[in-house]
T-cell receptor, first 110, second 114 residues
Framework: EDQVTQSPEALRLQEGESSSLNCSYTVSGLRGLFWYRQDPGKGPEFLFTLYSAGEEKEKERLKATLTKKESFLHITAPKPEDSATYLCAVQAGTGNQFYFGTGTSLTVIP | KAGVTQTPRYLIKTRGQQVTLSCSPISGHRSVSWYQQTPGQGLQFLFEYFSETQRNKGNFPGRFSGRQFSNSRSEMNVSTLELGDSALYLC?????????????FGEGSWLTVV
């Protein structure tokens, strides 16, 4: 069964304290791995797409990497405005069906 | 370029009633998919439409249905509402259905069933 697991469920960091979020997946025929950010009461906002093992993408303080079994979202020197829930999703099978993890809730303390 | 627009943003319904939610995709996007988000289950795929045809359907009962119009706008309907249907319903659009094509979400419709 296709599955996406994110860890940790929640993470509290001091401002400037770097860390990583993990997304592991077991799907057949991975077509893409996606990272989204979701603020309370809002829809997910697209961050990155990764297609193949070894690929990396960066945006400001965020860097996403992909291996054959997992992806990491590295957060360097986070700021309070980075506080949000970060969702990982994989696209597999036909069409645009995405399988989402339950997310990591990140809190950055000033 | 306007994003995905969902209406209404908030609604409260009584158990047993039905509800219709609306989604206008990003201009030029022809694929629309719907997701249910709850605190315990995360985002669960409901269904996907492309050019007015349902391409995929998730593991939800038949009370959940949808359709897409010729202008790519989409609606989803939930009949005979149950308390467990309370959730954030998210619509996402994409320009195509090819591999690795990004989907972009709207702000969602918050449904509370009492």
């Amino acid at each position: 069964e296709d599955q996406v697991t994110q860890s940790p469920e929640a993470l509290r960091l001091q401002e400037g304290e770097s860390s990583s979020l993990n997304c592991s997946y077991t799907v057949s025929g991975l077509r893409g791995l996606f990272w989204y950010r979701q603020d309370p009461g809002k829809g997910p906002e697209f961050l990155f797409t990764l297609y193949s093992a070894g690929e990396e993408k960066e945006k400001e303080r965020l860097k996403a990497t992909l291996t054959k079994k997992e992806s990491f979202l590295h957060i360097t020197a986070p700021k309070p405005e980075d506080s949000a829930t970060y969702l990982c999703a994989v696209q597999a099978g036909t069409g645009n069906q995405f399988y989402f993890g339950t997310g990591t809730s990140l809190t950055v303390i000033p | 370029k306007a994003g995905v627009t969902q209406t209404p943003r908030y609604l409260i319904k009584t158990r047993g009633q039905q509800v219709t939610l609306s989604c206008s995709p990003i201009s030029g996007h022809r694929s629309v998919s719907w997701y249910q988000q709850t605190p315990g289950q995360g985002l669960q795929f409901l269904f996907e439409y492309f050019s007015e045809t349902q391409r995929n359907k998730g593991n939800f009962p038949g009370r959940f249905s949808g359709r897409q119009f010729s202008n790519s706008r989409s609606e989803m309907n939930v009949s005979t509402l149950e308390l467990g249907d309370s959730a954030l319903y998210l619509c996402a659009s994409s320009s195509q259905v090819n591999s690795g094509n990004t989907i972009y979400f709207g702000e969602g419709s918050w449904l509370t069933v009492v």
